[in-house]
Nanobody, 115 residues
């Protein structure tokens, strides 16, 4: 299974970005998927997850601002990030698995929120 993340970049506070993570070599529809992030000097944290059945969960820090979704026809999971704050700056990683998250990892994509 390979996960390819994209969509990071530099954005001003209050702006938006959409991350994408495309999966190959797997039965994507059966995988739970999620996005993690790791800021410098901090531990990696779960930002948002979506089960194979479409149930979502979010970290308190992003609830109401971020939206995770999936398109099984495109083998892709998305993270729409709105109202971005400087503290959202981190390397974002997508992850997936059949029994839970963490079985497979994509490469990170840098998100920088700065004026």
């Amino acid at each position: 299974v390979q996960l390819q993340a994209s969509g990071g970049g530099l954005v001003q506070p209050g702006g938006s970005l959409r991350l994408s993570c495309a999966a190959s070599g797997s039965i994507f529809s059966g995988m739970h998927m999620g996005w993690y992030r790791q800021a410098p000097g901090k531990q990696r944290e779960l930002v948002a997850g979506i089960t194979s059945g479409g149930i979502t969960n979010y970290a308190d820090s992003v609830e109401g601002r971020f939206t995770i979704s999936r398109d099984n026809a495109k083998n892709t999971v998305y993270l729409q990030m709105d109202s971005l704050k400087p503290e959202d700056t981190a390397v974002y990683y997508c992850s997936g698995g059949y029994g839970g998250l963490g079985g497979y990892w994509g490469q990170g994509t840098q998100v920088t929120v700065s004026s």
